[in-house]
Structure formats: structure tokens, C-alpha cells
T-cell receptor, first 113, second 115 residues
């Protein structure tokens, strides 16, 4: 089972910031938080990941709480192209050379005009 | 830069027919390779992963098998398809760097319909 909890769906107006929450209360100290998104009928797209510190890249920002039990993905200026299902994943198994990702059902983000 | 290819993009096959899906990666060496399946309206399920040529780990016992004949080639096969094999099949790659986490990057997928 996925180790994360996300809202089923969210709406965001174009141009506004989209804040997608994720709860991962059972995360352990060496587990990373990953975010992917999947636009309809395409393969998942990597967005960002983090361990303890907040992270930012050209796509988004990841805010991780100090206790690491939750995180928020921020799309600073959402566009219609950001409409997708967003997956928050805690990497729950690591063999040392290959990681395994367990995908839940994610959050369906709808960006509207 | 690295790219990942999957083919075919779509496939319609009758029940009981064989299956071969191919995935190739360019621009990297000795990648970890993964096969996932996404049933309609569901999340992704890891099927197989490989850390090297000829090395296959199976996550879910089922009607499918995987092979890695070359460093950057990963093949998903079945001898006899079932209706329940329908879905969106995704290949992914990653490279593990010592002291750092590895990130998986996904291909465009193959949509398989078994009739």
C-alpha cells in the first residue's frame, strides 16, 4: 500500500499558485519524498524530490515540514498545461542499486481559466 | 541527454496471443530498468526491475515475463495474453549514484488492449 495520503482532487485558477498537500506520517529517516505528475495518456513526469530541506527547481517547489510527516508541492503560476494527476510518493524500498516506487491514486489537479 | 523509447505506442491483441513490448534507453550506461502497468483508472504497479544484463526481479507473479538482452534494452513478454493484461505499460530508467538517491524517468508508454 502507498504510504501517502493526498486529496482526491483540487481546482486552481490559471496564474495562481497551486498548493498540493501530502501526508506521510510514517516516513522514516532515510526515505525521500518524490513528486510525479501524469498528464492524460502519457507517462509520469518527474517533478521534484526531497529528503529534509525544502527544494526548488524550474518546475516547482517542495516544502517539507520539520517533522517530515507532510509536504506541499507548489506550482507557483499554474497554467492549463499543469492539469494532471499529481503523485506524492515515499520511496519505500531501496535495494542499494534500484529503487521501487509505489504509486497511490494521487491528486487530480484541474487548472481553470 | 537521456531519452527512453517504447514501442509500439498502441496495441490490440486477441486473447491467447503472444506479446512483446520493447523499451530502449539512450544516453546513459548501465541503467536500472523498470516495467510498470497501469490498469484503467488505477495507479501504477511495478511489475519487474533489472539492475543489469540478464538480471530480472519480479514483483508480481503473473502471466508476464521480462528480459534484458542488452544493457539498454528491456523487453516485456507473454506467451498467452489474458483479458486482464489490458492496460498502459510503462518503462522507466534510473541511475544510482553512490551517496545519492536515484530518480526514475518514464517512457511514453504502450497502451495494450486485449480482446
Amino acid at each position: 500500500d502507498a504510504k501517502t495520503t493526498q486529496p482526491t482532487s483540487m481546482d486552481c485558477a490559471e496564474g495562481r499558485a497551486a498548493n498540493l498537500p501530502c501526508n506521510h506520517s510514517t516516513i522514516s529517516g532515510n526515505e525521500y519524498v518524490y513528486w510525479y505528475r501524469q498528464i492524460h495518456s502519457q507517462g509520469p513526469q518527474y517533478i521534484i524530490h526531497g529528503l529534509k530541506n525544502n527544494e526548488t527547481n524550474e518546475m516547482a517547489s517542495l516544502i517539507i515540514t520539520e517533522d517530515r510527516k507532510s509536504s506541499t508541492l507548489i506550482l507557483p503560476h499554474a497554467t492549463l498545461r499543469d492539469t494532471a494527476v499529481y503523485y506524492c510518493i515515499v520511496r519505500d524500498d531501496y535495494t542499494g542499486t534500484a529503487s521501487k516506487l509505489t504509486f497511490g491514486t494521487g491528486t487530480r489537479l484541474q487548472v481553470t481559466l | 541527454s537521456q531519452t527512453i523509447h517504447q514501442w509500439p505506442a498502441t496495441l490490440v491483441q486477441p486473447v491467447g496471443s503472444p506479446l512483446s513490448l520493447e523499451c530502449t534507453v539512450e544516453g546513459t550506461s548501465n541503467p536500472n530498468l523498470y516495467w510498470y502497468r497501469q490498469a484503467a483508472g488505477r495507479g501504477l504497479q511495478l511489475l519487474f526491475y533489472s539492475v543489469g544484463i540478464g538480471q530480472i526481479s519480479s514483483e508480481v507473479p503473473q502471466n508476464l515475463s521480462a528480459s534484458r538482452p542488452q544493457d539498454r534494452q528491456f523487453i516485456l513478454s507473454s506467451k498467452k495474453l489474458l483479458l486482464s493484461d489490458s492496460g498502459f505499460y510503462l518503462c522507466a530508467w534510473s541511475v544510482w549514484l553512490a551517496g545519492r538517491t536515484d530518480t526514475q524517468y518514464f517512457g511514453p508508454g504502450t497502451r495494450l488492449t486485449v480482446l
